[in-house]
């Protein structure tokens, strides 16, 4: 299925054009649906605090890692026992598929990214920025 | 088969800071809060599945 890229505001009257798409997550009885940048340098997925709390999870008591980034390092907290799902508009139906996430605090911007870990091993993904588009086709299992 | 665009500059006119709760066809806010936990009250009772989004004047300069 194809999800054009969606136009952000920004300061200058420039247009943002980014790959968002939209996801819901499911934690136990809680859900949450939101628009997650899908991010090929994106090692795995990352959520906000506020996102995993409106998820009810307990992010505080979950040990600290650090990681690292392009802007330096960052703590965050490993959840493992998440589901994420995304409508295939083409074949009207759902992709559900279990992940692990990295809670961040303070994350700016983008509060939930789709990566390497996860989004990438479902589904062939093909950026087409001349066409400002992306191209997501799960794998089919048996 | 394509995906309708989601335009986030129509969405978020008006909104510079906080959360946005959007409508299931992506085309129009439905509440929005000063934070997450504001907006996913003030759309508690709604029956439609609602999408949230941080509401921000710009979103460039991002390098992930």
């Not at chain 1, 819901?24 to 090692?43: I, Q, Y």
């Not at chain 1, 992010?59 to 295939?88: C, H, M, N």
């Not at chain 1, 074949?91 to 809670?103: G, K, W």
């Amino acid at each position: 299925m194809i999800f054009p890229c969606s136009p952000l505001p920004d300061f200058k009257d420039k247009i943002i054009l980014a790959p968002l798409i939209p996801v819901t997550f499911r934690n136990k009885n809680f859900e949450f649906s939101t628009f997650a940048l899908v991010d090929s340098g994106a090692s795995g997925a990352v959520i906000s605090t506020v996102i995993a709390e409106a998820l009810n999870i307990k992010w505080e008591k979950i040990p600290v890692t650090q990681g690292f980034s392009v802007g330096g390092s960052f703590r965050f907290y490993r959840f493992t026992d998440l589901k994420a799902i995304i409508y295939d508009t083409k074949l009207m139906a759902d992709h559900e598929f279990a992940l692990s996430v990295s809670i961040i605090e303070a994350i700016s911007l983008y509060k939930c990214i789709l990566g390497q870990k996860d989004l990438f091993q479902r589904a062939k993904i093909t950026f087409e920025g001349y066409k400002s588009q992306l191209e997501v086709n799960f794998r089919e299992y048996n | 088969m394509k995906q309708n665009k989601i335009d986030f500059i129509k969405l978020l006119k008006g909104y510079k800071s906080g959360w946005i709760a959007i409508s299931h066809d992506f085309n129009h806010v439905l509440f929005h809060g000063k934070n997450l936990k504001e907006a996913m009250k003030k759309a508690k009772n709604t029956k439609e599945k609602v999408y949230y989004f941080p509401a921000g004047e710009s979103y460039s300069n991002f390098v992930g």
